[in-house]
């Protein structure tokens, strides 16, 4: 059973930071890219950053300059750094990505598919 595990919400005032951890568990054979999205009240969940197994990051507009995304591949973990937070970054986090994995049909082979985290709630308030 894979699966994601966020950690790292909770409150902040404006203009703290907080880091945000996802470890992927279970069989795996490679992570691909991995992303933080978030989602607030009433709003569509949006990715937020995004970071592919080489290295390759890209950033919503919103959080350029103020978020950094980075992986370990032998730790199986992406984190998010959030600096500078302001009240509209208040949202659950949420880790995604693209994983291979042992096939479970029965047959040899792999299967692909995408897993997300459970989520984490960030909120940014004096």
């Known amino acids: 059973q894979v699966q994601l595990v966020e950690s790292g919400g909770g409150l902040v005032q404006p203009g703290g930071s907080v880091k945000l951890s996802c470890v992927v568990s279970?069989?795996?054979?490679?992570?691909?890219?991995m992303e933080w999205f978030r989602q607030a009240p009433g709003n569509q969940r949006e990715l937020v950053a995004g970071i592919t197994r080489d290295g390759v990051t890209n950033y919503a507009d919103p959080v350029k300059g103020r978020f950094t995304i980075s992986r370990d591949n032998n730790k199986r973990a992406v984190s998010l750094q959030m600096n500078n937070l302001k009240p509209e970054d208040t949202a659950v986090y949420y880790c995604h990505a693209g994983v291979e994995a042992p096939a479970t049909n029965g047959m040899d082979g792999i299967d692909e598919f995408d897993q997300w985290g459970q989520g984490t709630q960030v909120t940014v308030s004096s």
């Open positions: 279970g069989t795996i054979i490679t992570i691909n890219t």
